[in-house]
């Protein structure tokens, strides 16, 4: 009597869960960045982070990001302590997600990320594994893990789209996903069309990363943040003299190449370093002062973009965020302020915030330097 | 044979007096060959200025085009001169340590005081930890100078413990070595990536941080120290004898060691301290000048630092030249000609150093 009613009660159960949940029993099947194919039988439910900045991607398409994270580096949290506070003030929780890493790949635990007993991981190199991290990604899936490749900094405008709705399949957040590609696209597009038709004469841009950073001249070549030149319309100097994505420019090769723009790169990482502090909780004025700082150094004042007052400072951490076509548009309006005049970057991010970021993006992410900052005996206001 | 056995005491004393004066050409040749290797320098860059243009600039700055003088002032004269400076005290530095501790291996880095200066240098960039009150752009150097020169306070103190042996020395500087390896290794460690990125940039040594009041800083260290080597070439020459006969000719030898050896920190550090770590330098030179001039240190010490200068300024202009308009880091460009070149010395060597 009591088996029979355990069966009954099990074909209720079987009966109800397919007609409550119908999704339960559709596998869902995402092709990652890497080609792989990756089948997980319901959407994520503990998802392990190979970088904890990717808290950013996901919160544009899941509404609790961190309700979802089983572990992460703390790369995050040593890195962005105010992103990190933003977050842990919205979402408490944030606190008890296991750390498996300081945020690089040498400190990854591999013990900690099997303990934390994820059933995705996400990977998207940068500080943390990447498609040749073999070791790991076998490790974790003869565990069972399944392991899913996304990417926003190697190839950052090809990747970023395919990446969100890579994300949004794993969580279940398709619409969401779909909705943050549409208004991406849109963006992009916007710049990309209008170029096409313009066809501008693409004007010569010294990229200076990690600006007043150590000597000078760090500059990225077509990859990393390098690429958002070139979809902006204009000509990065350091492309035509580096193989390399990234590499140490000689200042006098700078000089000599004349360029019409400087852009300058920055973040919080350059806090107490002598460079260009920009970014989450950042104001302009700090910016807009580190910024003439760094071009007042001997050689570098001399570059013509500085002497000709076109000097604009960009938020490094672009180089791996999902909202890099912010990154884009304020290039492009840099460069060719007549064809972009209407573009309104401002705007653009209030409507990021507005509309998909439940913590938003606050703090200096572009800046211009007006030229009587520049100049070095001008005592400022 | 320079000593003809039938010539009596004069033709003993001449053909010395041949031998000091082929000596002096010798280093007055080598001082040649670095001047036309600094001009040499000064004439090699991405953008189109020879040395007629390079030499009318330096002449009369205010007659050059203005983008021609930054080139030249801020840009090539600064790298060329700190070229010359820190590989003459990095060569100085490893002469005087050779001979002061009796071992060919001897030099900055073999000896733990560049591992020093690395981890000073790691503890400014990852850590952010350094004297309060200096200028952002000054803190590495000023660690990575202050733990060199301190690596050298604590080899000394470490051998006064244990006698003054030229070879507990050198197996004290080793553990140095290896401990500020480990410590490195630590910070690295502990690093975000993009500090990490940055000490490793810095340890494999870059000309570019030059600037002419960097570049004075370390030519008023040269003038201060090789005063005093000089001074004491020729207890470095009678030390070249064996440590017993030194000292029953009257030459204190720990006392000679103890300043020897501040001395060598001294130029290490600050060398160091402006363009990080580059290798071989120290070690090469030496060999180099006392292939070429022998153990007389009246000659050898000049010529050493004069050979270090040499090759760090054609390392400089290869660094220029392998990839125009990129900087390739300059402790690569040493690395990578002075081991076949140190190899080649080694393997040709006909007598033991």
């Keep these: 009597m009591a088996r029979?009613?355990?069966?009954?009660?099990?074909?209720?159960?079987?009966?109800?869960?397919?007609?409550?949940?119908?999704?339960?029993?559709?596998?869902?099947?995402?092709?990652?960045?890497?080609?792989?194919?990756?089948?997980?039988?319901?959407?994520?439910?503990?998802?392990?982070?190979?970088?904890?900045?990717?808290?950013?991607?996901?919160?544009?398409?899941?509404?609790?990001?961190?309700?979802?994270?089983?572990?992460?580096?703390?790369?995050?949290?040593?890195?962005?302590?105010?992103t990190y506070a933003r977050y842990s003030k919205k979402y408490p929780g944030i606190e008890d997600i296991?750390?498996?890493?300081?945020?690089?790949?040498?400190?990854?635990?591999?013990?900690?990320?099997?303990?934390?007993?994820?059933?995705?991981?996400?990977?998207?190199?940068?500080?943390g594994p990447s498609v040749k991290s073999t070791d790991i990604v076998s490790r974790l899936e003869s565990a069972g893990v399944k392991v899913v490749f996304i990417d926003f900094i190697s190839k950052p405008l090809e990747n970023t789209a395919q990446s969100l709705t890579i994300l949004g399949k794993l969580v279940g957040r398709e619409a969401e996903a779909k909705a943050y590609v549409e208004f991406y696209n849109r963006h992009r597009q916007r710049i990309a069309d209008r170029l096409a038709t313009a066809k501008p004469k693409?004007?010569?841009?010294?990229?200076?990363?990690?600006?007043?950073?150590?000597?000078?001249?760090?500059?990225?070549?077509?990859?990393?943040?390098?690429?958002?030149?070139?979809?902006?319309?204009?000509?990065?100097?350091?492309?035509?003299?580096?193989?390399?994505?990234?590499?140490?420019?000689?200042?006098?090769?700078?000089?000599?190449?004349?360029?019409?723009?400087?852009?300058?790169?920055?973040?919080?990482?350059?806090?107490?370093?002598?460079?260009?502090?920009?970014?989450?909780?950042i104001d302009l004025t700090r910016s807009e002062e580190t910024l003439a700082d760094v071009v007042a150094a001997p050689g570098l004042s001399d570059v013509a973009a500085v002497r000709n007052g076109r000097v604009f400072g960009l938020w490094h951490i672009f180089n791996n965020n999902p909202a890099n076509f912010l990154a884009v548009e304020v290039l492009a309006k840099w460069f060719h302020p007549e064809l972009f005049a209407d573009v309104d970057p401002d705007e653009s991010l209030r409507e990021l915030n507005d509309r998909f970021l439940p913590v938003p993006m606050q703090g200096t992410y572009w800046v211009t330097l007006t030229p009587s900052r520049e100049a070095p005996d001008a005592a400022s206001p | 044979?320079?000593?003809?056995?039938?010539?009596?005491?004069?033709?003993?004393?001449?053909?010395?007096?041949?031998?000091?004066?082929?000596?002096?050409?010798?280093?007055?040749?080598?001082?040649?060959?670095?001047?036309?290797?600094?001009?040499?320098?000064?004439?090699?860059?991405?953008?189109?200025?020879?040395?007629?243009?390079?030499?009318?600039?330096?002449?009369?700055?205010?007659?050059?085009?203005?983008?021609?003088?930054?080139?030249?002032?801020?840009?090539?004269?600064?790298?060329?001169?700190?070229?010359?400076?820190?590989?003459?005290?990095?060569?100085?530095?490893?002469?005087?340590?050779?001979?002061?501790?009796?071992?060919?291996?001897?030099?900055?880095?073999?000896?733990?005081?560049?591992?020093?200066?690395?981890?000073?240098?790691?503890?400014?960039?990852?850590?952010?930890i350094g004297i309060p009150g200096i200028p952002a752009s000054w803190i590495v150097p000023v660690n990575a100078f202050l733990f060199a020169f301190g690596s050298v306070l604590l080899l000394s103190a470490l051998s006064r413990l244990r006698g003054t042996g030229g070879d507990s020395i050198v197996l004290f500087g080793i553990a140095l070595f290896f401990t500020f390896n480990a410590l490195v290794a630590l910070t690295q460690f502990m690093a975000s990536e993009q500090a990490l990125q940055q000490l490793v940039f810095w340890t494999m040594g870059s000309l570019t941080r030059a600037s002419l009041d960097k570049a004075a800083l370390v030519a008023l260290v040269l003038a201060v120290v090789v005063p005093f080597s000089m001074m004491s070439a020729w207890k470095l020459t009678a030390l070249r004898l064996g440590e017993d006969r030194a000292r029953s000719i009257g030459v204190n030898v720990s006392r000679l060691r103890l300043g020897g050896l501040l001395r060598a920190s001294l130029l290490t550090g600050v060398a160091v301290a402006f363009v990080g770590t580059i290798a071989f330098i120290g070690l090469v030179g030496p060999h180099l000048a006392r292939l070429m001039i022998g153990e007389d240190h009246r000659f050898f010490l000049p010529a050493s630092a004069l050979c270090g200068a040499l090759i760090l300024s054609l390392a400089s202009c290869a660094s220029k030249i392998i990839m125009p308009g990129v900087v390739l880091p300059i402790g690569l460009v040493t690395s990578l000609i002075g081991v076949p070149f140190f190899l080649a010395l080694v393997l040709n060597r006909r007598e033991q150093i």
């Excluded at chain 1, 990859?223 to 100097?237: L, P, V």
């Design chain 2, 1 to 128: 044979m320079l000593l003809r056995p039938e010539s009596g005491a004069a033709g003993a004393l001449e053909s010395y007096a041949a031998l000091v004066r082929r000596r002096i050409v010798f280093v007055g040749a080598i001082a040649v060959l670095v001047i036309v290797a600094f001009i040499i320098d000064l004439a090699t860059g991405p953008s189109a200025l020879g040395v007629s243009d390079v030499l009318r600039g330096l002449y009369a700055p205010a007659e050059a085009e203005r983008a021609t003088a930054v080139i030249i002032w801020e840009v090539r004269l600064p790298q060329a001169l700190i070229a010359l400076l820190v590989g003459a005290a990095l060569s100085l530095a490893g002469a005087e340590m050779q001979t002061l501790l009796n071992n060919p291996m001897a030099s900055p880095f073999t000896l733990g005081m560049s591992s020093a200066a690395t981890f000073g240098a790691a503890l400014a960039i990852v850590l952010g």
């Design chain 1, 202 to 281: 693409a004007p010569n841009v010294f990229m200076h990363a990690h600006a007043g950073l150590g000597a000078c001249c760090n500059s990225p070549s077509r990859t990393t943040i390098g690429a958002f030149i070139d979809a902006a319309g204009g000509h990065n100097i350091a492309a035509d003299v580096l193989s390399a994505p990234f590499g140490q420019l000689n200042l006098e090769y700078v000089l000599s190449a004349h360029p019409d723009i400087y852009v300058g790169t920055g973040g919080v990482h350059l806090i107490g370093k002598g460079g260009l502090v920009m970014g989450p909780g």
């Design chain 1, 98 to 127: 296991a750390i498996v890493g300081q945020g690089s790949l040498d400190t990854f635990s591999i013990e900690r990320a099997l303990a934390v007993a994820p059933d995705v991981a996400v990977f998207s190199g940068g500080y």
């Design chain 1, 4 to 82: 029979w009613l355990v069966c009954w009660l099990a074909l209720v159960a079987a009966a109800g869960g397919s007609v409550f949940s119908p999704a339960v029993a559709e596998p869902i099947v995402v092709t990652d960045i890497a080609g792989r194919t990756v089948t997980i039988e319901r959407p994520a439910q503990r998802i392990l982070l190979g970088e904890g900045r990717q808290l950013l991607a996901l919160s544009l398409i899941h509404s609790d990001p961190v309700s979802i994270l089983a572990g992460w580096p703390a790369d995050l949290k040593r890195q962005d302590e105010e």
